[in-house]
């Protein structure tokens, strides 16, 4: 249950409400249906596990759907992102037994539960903008806890205790990552390659997406991240129609367009996914 993942990643853990003097840890309370402060700002932690710690700001419009989640959920369930997962656990071989990871805008949850699960002791937190995400995320695994949070704000996370941070697929906010990292703490970047969904795009009419080139990744983090290593995963799928729907709901095209109209376009076929894994050092002190 989550609320014991809550429990192991309690000592990461910061108070989301902005104006503390100093950073203040959470602790958990009731049995463990509460988070507070020792200032007081208490944050209930729901029924299926996960804890809102936004600090009080509402979502914004990027959050996923449910329906783009149980899209995600069943790609997964399906081994279709076998590679990303594959890769992630491959780029995190040396982090120990007892890695505390992060991933942010982690979705399901799916790809750290695989990354926690290859340590007896790991422990990770999955944190989303979405709900439905945090909700789905809160039972992935027995040691990911799930916390709704929005990447582009302060982290709910006290200064340097973490080990690992994943970000796939999902806004990277560097000086953030740089933070909560302990020093030499491990950055993972996975981003779609331009050939990724080749095949599909045309058949499910999906929005194309700029892929972020390399350098320009290198750049973005420079100066807080050293460069460790770099390589592309590429696989070439044979997809039923339903499962090309739901490639295509779970993206950023999931906010345009729905199951329905997907699957009127007949998208199944062969289909290429490209990524890249990109791994970081933590700068500095
Ligand atoms: C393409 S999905 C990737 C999910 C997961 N990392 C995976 O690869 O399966 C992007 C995720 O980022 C979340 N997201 C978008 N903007 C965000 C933000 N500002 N802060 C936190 N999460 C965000 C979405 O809700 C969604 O779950
Ligand atoms: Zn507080």
Same mark, same amino acid.
């Given at each position: ?67 783009? !989640?149980?899209?995600? #959920?069943?790609? $997964?369930?399906? =081994? &279709?992102?076998?590679?990303? @997962?594959?890769?992630? *656990?491959? +780029? ?96 993972? !970047?996975?981003?779609? #390659?331009?050939? $990724?969904?080749? =095949? &599909?795009?045309?058949?499910? @009419?999906?929005?194309? *997406?700029? +892929? ?74």
């Amino acid at each position: 249950m989550s609320g014991g993942a809550l429990a192991l990643v309690q000592p990461l853990l910061r108070c989301p409400v902005a104006g503390h003097r100093e950073p203040r840890g959470l602790d958990l309370l009731d049995g463990g249906r509460r988070l507070r402060c020792a200032d007081g700002h208490s944050f209930d932690i729901a029924r299926q596990g996960h804890v809102n710690l936004m600090g009080g700001v509402a979502a914004g419009a990027n959050a996923d759907t449910a329906a783009m !989640v149980a899209a995600r #959920e069943r790609v $997964h369930d399906a =081994g &279709l992102l076998d590679l990303v @997962g594959g890769a992630l *656990v491959e +780029a995190c071989a040396d982090l120990g037994e007892a890695a505390r990871l992060v991933e942010t805008g982690g979705g399901t949850g799916q790809h750290l539960a695989r990354v926690v699960a290859a340590g007896s002791q790991r422990v990770g937190l999955s944190t989303d903008v979405s709900t439905a995400a945090a909700r789905r995320a809160a039972r992935v695994h027995p040691r990911v806890a799930s916390v709704v949070a929005d990447s582009w704000r302060p982290w709910p996370l006290l200064d340097g205790r973490v080990d690992a941070v994943l970000v796939v697929f999902a806004p990277r906010n560097a000086a953030e990552a740089q933070r909560v990292l302990r020093p030499g703490g491990t950055l993972v !970047v996975v981003t779609p #390659e331009p050939d $990724h969904l080749d =095949g &599909l795009r045309g058949r499910a @009419g999906l929005m194309t *997406v700029q +892929a972020d080139k390399a350098e320009r990744l290198d750049e973005q983090l420079g100066g807080r991240f050293e460069p460790v290593s770099r390589h592309a995963e590429r696989r070439r799928v044979e997809l039923s129609d339903e499962a090309a729907a739901d490639l295509a709901l779970m993206g950023p095209n999931g906010h345009h367009t729905d199951r329905e109209s997907l699957l009127r376009r007949r998208p199944g076929g062969p289909v290429t996914l490209s990524v890249r894994v990109a791994r970081y050092r933590r700068s500095g002190a």
